[in-house]
T-cell receptor, first 117, second 112 residues
Framework: GENVEQHPSTLSVQEGDSAVIKCTYSDSASNYFPWYKQELGKGPQLIIDIRSNVGEKKDQRIAVTLNKTAKHFSLHITETQPEDSAVYFCAALALHGARDTGNQFYFGTGTSLTVIP | NAGVTQTPKFQVLKTGQSMTLQCAQDMNHEYMSWYRQDPGMGLRLIHYSVGAGITDQGEVPNGYNVSRSTTEDFPLRLLSAAPSQTSVYFC???????????FGQGTRLTVV
C-alpha cells in the first residue's frame, strides 16, 4: 500500500514569515493530493488539493507544488498569521482502478504549525 | 446543514465492553469512512463504504465492525474494547472519489 511521509513534525514561524511543509509518497499510482488543516478539538478540513496533471496550485496565501517524478509535494503558506496555527496533514489517493475503493486516503503523520505573533 | 455528526464526543469504556460510535451525514454522500487518529501516526483508515449495503476494510480493521443500511448512517462497532483502541475516531463522507472528505468533530475514546 501507499506510504506517505511528512516533515517536519513541528514548525514555528514568526508572524508574516512563510511556512513550508513537505510530503513524500511511495505509490506511483497516487494522483490526488489534498491538504487538511485540523484545529484543536475539531475534525480535519480541506484547505487545498492538487491532481497529478498539475504542477502547482495557489489559493490566496496557500500554494501546493507537486513533483511526480520525485514523488513529493509541498504546502507553502505565505504571510503567516496566528490563525494559521494548527496541525496540517497531507494525504495521497489513487483515483483510478477497476475496483471502486472509495476515498481511501493515506495520510501523513501531521505537522504542528505555530505562528508566533 | 449539519454536515457530518458524530456521537458521542467522549467515551470511557472498560476492557471487554462493546459500544457503537454513531456517524450521520446529511449531504447525500455515497462515500463514508472511519479513521482513527493516534499521536505521531496521523489518520489511519479503519473501514469504508462506497454506498448503502457496501462496506470494506481499510488499513486497521481488526476489532471493529461496520454496516451501512442507509446512505446517511455509518456506525462503527467495537466488539470487545481493548486499551489499544484508545484513540480519537473520525467519521468522514465524500461526494465521490477524489473529492473533499468532510470530517465530523471526532469521538475521543478511552479504554481502561
Amino acid at each position: 500500500g501507499e506510504n506517505v511521509e511528512q516533515h517536519p513534525s513541528t514548525l514555528s514561524v514568526q508572524e508574516g514569515d512563510s511556512a513550508v511543509i513537505k510530503c513524500t509518497y511511495s505509490d506511483s499510482a497516487s494522483n490526488y493530493f489534498p491538504w487538511y488543516k485540523q484545529e484543536l478539538g475539531k475534525g480535519p478540513q480541506l484547505i487545498i488539493d492538487i491532481r497529478s496533471n498539475v504542477g502547482e496550485k495557489k489559493d490566496q496565501r496557500i500554494a501546493v507544488t507537486l513533483n511526480k517524478t520525485a514523488k513529493h509535494f509541498s504546502l507553502h503558506i505565505t504571510e503567516t498569521q496566528p490563525e494559521d496555527s494548527a496541525v496540517y496533514f497531507c494525504a495521497a489517493l489513487a483515483l483510478h482502478g477497476a475496483r471502486d475503493t472509495g476515498n481511501q486516503f493515506y495520510f501523513g503523520t501531521g505537522t504542528s504549525l505555530t505562528v508566533i505573533p | 446543514n449539519a454536515g457530518v455528526t458524530q456521537t458521542p464526543k467522549f467515551q470511557v469504556l472498560k476492557t471487554g465492553q462493546s459500544m457503537t460510535l454513531q456517524c450521520a451525514q446529511d449531504m447525500n454522500h455515497e462515500y463514508m469512512s472511519w479513521y482513527r487518529q493516534d499521536p505521531g501516526m496521523g489518520l489511519r483508515l479503519i473501514h469504508y463504504s462506497v454506498g448503502a449495503g457496501i462496506t470494506d476494510q481499510g488499513e486497521v480493521p481488526n476489532g471493529y465492525n461496520v454496516s451501512r443500511s442507509t446512505t446517511e448512517d455509518f456506525p462503527l462497532r467495537l466488539l470487545s474494547a481493548a486499551p489499544s483502541q484508545t484513540s480519537v475516531y473520525f467519521c468522514a463522507s465524500s461526494y465521490k472519489r477524489g473529492t473533499e472528505a468532510f470530517f465530523g468533530q471526532g469521538t475521543r475514546l478511552t479504554v481502561v
